[in-house]
Nanobody
Framework: QVQLAETGGASVQAGGSLRLSCAAF????????IAWFRQGSGNEREGVAA????????FYADSVKGRFTIAVDSAKNMVYLQMNRLKPEDSATYYC???????????????????WGQGTQVTVSS
């Protein structure tokens, strides 16, 4: 089973930026969906950004719209999440996920995704 692997998590101050990377070999081509989710302590897993690998049409949660950008580099089998103007409430473990064949429901719904990475921690201090 091919794994997804996230890197790039760190501790930053509010207002700063981070770029998360996800090695997603086998998932960045074809009609799949790739997404970034996050889960803070005591919270449910939240979809923050997603994109279909065969279309350049990203989707974002309202909480990150205008600050986060998802991008796929199919040649490198990588998925990125550029996070700007970070806030303390962005602190969470961030997960990369893949939905093989796309989704039938909400593209930011965790139940649509079959493959998950182990997560990378982002901490934003005020």
């Amino acid at each position: 089973q091919v794994q997804l692997a996230e890197t790039g998590g760190a501790s930053v101050q509010a207002g700063g930026s981070l770029r998360l990377s996800c090695a997603a070999f086998g998932y960045t081509s074809g009609s799949n969906a790739i997404a970034w989710f996050r889960q803070g302590s005591g919270n449910e897993r939240e979809g923050v950004a997603a994109i279909y690998t065969d279309a350049n049409s990203p989707f974002y949660a309202d909480s990150v719209k205008g600050r986060f950008t998802i991008a796929v580099d199919s040649a490198k089998n990588m998925v990125y999440l550029q996070m700007n103007r970070l806030k303390p409430e962005d602190s969470a473990t961030y997960y990369c996920a893949a939905a093989i064949g796309g989704v039938t429901g909400g593209i930011l719904s965790a139940r649509e995704y079959q493959r998950w990475g182990q997560g990378t921690q982002v901490t934003v201090s005020s």
